[in-house]
């Protein structure tokens, strides 16, 4: 008897002990605040980055194309990879692809620059238009049409984008 209550003790002991930790543990997996303008995106933790605290629809969306162009450049200076990643296939597939990521990746760098001269000139129409084409899903495609896969930093980075243009829809197209 003495055995079971030294084991209820130890237990309990080992419990009380335990809770501060947990609490801890919970607190820090919790997800911080989402910023006003990031209720509608799909990635709300990622948009509250982008839009970097901004108190007005205007800036959170600026902030937010600002940040997307970035990374887009970034995508823009990775074509590099592409090449050896298609190595074996024939020169003129290998070149289709080279040609329709690169066109891709610049056509996005350009959507994302016409969608914040877009902004300050208070364009919606253009605005949507081109934010909604800056992604990179024809470079995907044409590697999927070739039975191709994207290197993985590539591909990584072309889907980080995307997450990027839809959380900035989210903010723009807020009301």
Request: aromatic letters at 6%; one cysteine or more; glycine letters at 2%.
């Amino acid at each position: 008897m003495a055995q079971k209550m030294f084991n209820y003790f130890s237990l309990l002991f080992l419990a009380m002990a335990c809770l501060p930790l947990l609490a801890q543990s919970t607190q820090a997996q919790q997800p911080g605040p989402v910023n006003e303008f990031c209720k509608t995106a799909s990635h709300k933790e990622l948009c509250t980055k982008m839009v970097n605290g901004a108190k007005n629809l205007h800036d959170a969306s600026k902030n937010a194309m600002e940040s997307t162009l970035i990374a887009a450049k970034k995508l823009q200076s990775m074509t590099k990879l592409i090449g050896p990643t298609l190595s074996a296939m024939r020169p003129i597939t290998k070149d289709s692809i080279l040609s329709t990521c690169q066109e891709n990746f610049d056509n996005a760098v350009d959507d994302l620059e016409t969608s914040l001269q877009s902004l300050e000139n208070k364009d919606e129409g253009t605005l949507l238009t081109h934010l909604s084409a800056a992604t990179a899903s024809d470079c995907s495609d044409a590697f999927a049409e070739m039975g191709a896969k994207l290197p993985p930093p590539l591909s990584s980075h072309v889907d980080y984008v995307f997450k990027l243009v839809s959380n900035c829809l989210a903010v723009v197209e807020q009301k």
